[in-house]
């Protein structure tokens, strides 16, 4: 499961719509503010956060 996947909500449809619109703007920004602090690529930040391992420190640092 990616990062940004929707965990389960109970409302209304227009509260859900707004939890919707705020997911999909993190999951835009997300990378783009990574890219602009690390010097990755798009490339090289989409497989980072749809990669489903978890790091230790040392791994992330290799």
Same mark, same amino acid.
């Given at each position: 499961m990616s &990062?940004? &996947?929707p965990t #389960? #909500? #109970?409302g209304?449809? &227009?509260e859900l719509a707004l939890h919707v619109g705020r997911l999909v703007r993190i999951c835009v920004r997300s990378p783009e503010i990574l890219m #602009?602090?690390?010097g990755r690529t798009s490339e090289q930040m989409t497989a980072d956060l749809e990669c489903e391992a978890a790091l230790d420190p040392q791994q992330a640092a290799e």
């Open positions: &990062s940004c &996947s #389960r #909500r #109970r209304q449809a &227009s #602009r602090h690390t």
